[in-house]
């Protein structure tokens, strides 16, 4: 069976400044994806960041990257000069690489305070 | 290109009632998918579509919960005498795959259903 934790419930950062979301997951398959996802209050889920387990450049987003570690199964999020428009539940996910399906972490709100 | 949307974006029920769900994919998609969200969790996979076949049911949904995709366009998902247990918000993503892989899937913007 496929898991994914998010061990931060809740966190906060300072405006313009760096903070990273911890994720670690398990999976029994040799091909699939890894997500983080932003669910902002009230709205819609958003794609943040994808990364192909297969590849091992970590991927970036302009002020998003992630340091990916396959051995110990670990997708952190690194969110840089962090926005007050960042503030949202941020959601990792593992995705099968065969049926697409997600399995989500129970989420982390991040709180960016002015 | 509009988005993935759902509708009714809101519905309240009385237990005991059958409520209907209706999501329309990004054009072109043609893997759809269905979960659920609690009030502070993240999302539960239910079950997907490729075209019109699903292909996968969570042990979730029960056999109260049925979810067609009729010519492979719009999903609807159906609840038969809904349970307090059922409120929730219901997701539906959309994506586009050919031959192997993943593509990313795109949310619209739920149904809450609250059940009373």
């Known amino acids: 069976a496929q898991t994914v934790t998010q061990s931060q419930p809740e966190m906060s950062v300072q405006e313009a400044e760096t903070v990273t979301l911890s994720c670690t997951y398990d999976?029994?398959?040799?091909?699939?994806?890894l997500f983080w996802y932003k669910q902002p209050p009230s709205r819609q889920m958003i794609l943040v960041i994808r990364?192909?387990?297969?590849?091992?450049q970590n991927a970036t987003e302009n002020r998003f990257s992630v340091n990916f570690q396959k051995a110990a199964k670990s997708f952190s999020l690194k969110i840089s000069d962090s926005q007050l428009g960042d503030t949202a539940m941020y959601f990792c996910?593992?995705?099968?690489?065969?049926?697409?399906?997600?399995?989500f972490g129970q989420g982390t709100t991040l709180q960016v305070k002015p | 290109d509009t988005g993935v949307s759902q509708d009714p974006r809101h519905k309240i029920t009385k237990r005991g009632q059958n409520v209907t769900f209706r999501c329309d994919p990004i054009?072109?998609?043609?893997?759809l998918y269905w979960y659920r969200q609690t009030l502070g969790q993240g999302p539960e996979f239910l079950t997907y579509?490729?075209?019109?076949?699903?292909?996968?049911k969570s042990r979730l949904l029960s056999d109260r919960f049925s979810a067609e995709r009729p010519k492979g366009s719009f999903s609807t998902l159906e609840i038969q005498r809904t349970e307090q247990g059922d409120s929730a918000m219901y997701l539906c993503?959309?994506?586009?795959?050919?031959?192997?892989?993943?593509?990313?899937?795109?949310f619209g913007p739920g149904t809450r259903l609250t059940v009373l």
């Open positions: 996910a593992s995705g099968s690489g065969n049926t697409g399906k997600l399995i």
């Open positions: 999976t029994s398959e040799n091909n699939y994806y």
């Open positions: 993503a959309s994506s586009y795959i050919a031959g192997e892989g993943t593509d990313t899937q795109y």
């Open positions: 579509f490729q075209n019109e076949a699903q292909l996968e």
């Open positions: 990364q192909e387990a297969y590849k091992q």
């Open positions: 054009s072109e998609h043609n893997r």
